[in-house]
């Protein structure tokens, strides 16, 4: 798997069981983020931070589809 650390360096593709050794080193999480790639993307980070920068994505996303025109008649 293709495996970037905490402050974006490309550590290049390590093993499964290497990148989880790194990660625990650092006392963070494997995350893996892009899953149909070949090879397997993955990011060492803090799990709880991802997933509020991910939730946070979506509902900025969700604002700009929230805008409705309105027709003149």
């Known amino acids: 798997m293709q495996v970037i650390d ?3 360096k490309n ?3 390590l093993k ?3 990148a989880l050794i790194i ?3 650092k006392s963070l999480d ?3 983020i892009a899953p149909t790639a070949k090879p ?3 990011k060492i980070t ?3 931070k991802y997933q509020y920068q991910e939730s946070k994505k979506e509902r900025s996303a969700k604002k700009v589809k929230e805008t409705e025109t309105k027709g003149v008649r």
């Open 23 to 25: 990660a625990k080193e």
């Open 16 to 18: 499964t069981a290497q």
């Open 11 to 13: 550590l290049g593709v």
């Open 6 to 8: 905490d402050k974006g």
């Open 30 to 32: 494997l995350v893996e």
């Open 40 to 42: 397997l993307v993955a």
């Open 46 to 48: 803090d799990y709880g």
